[in-house]
């Protein structure tokens, strides 16, 4: 089984990460750079539209 990942960018100071889809609040949902501690949604973390297609099919 291979395992998915979404790479996220945060729109505030240029973060960039990987994370497990499954590990991730929904796409909706407020989520909270761990670098500079910026909040928004998490669709505005995803660096990509299949990042954010991703994110839903495990929502």
Known sequence: MVE???RLLC???G????A??????GHREN???SACG???RLAEF???????DAVKQFE
């Open 4 to 6: 998915a990942f979404v």
């Open 11 to 13: 729109p505030e100071c």
């Open 15 to 18: 973060k960039d990460w990987e």
């Open 20 to 25: 497990q889809p499954t590990a991730l609040p």
């Open 31 to 33: 989520f909270t750079c």
């Open 38 to 40: 910026a909040t928004r």
């Open 46 to 52: 995803m660096r990509t539209e299949r990042d954010l």
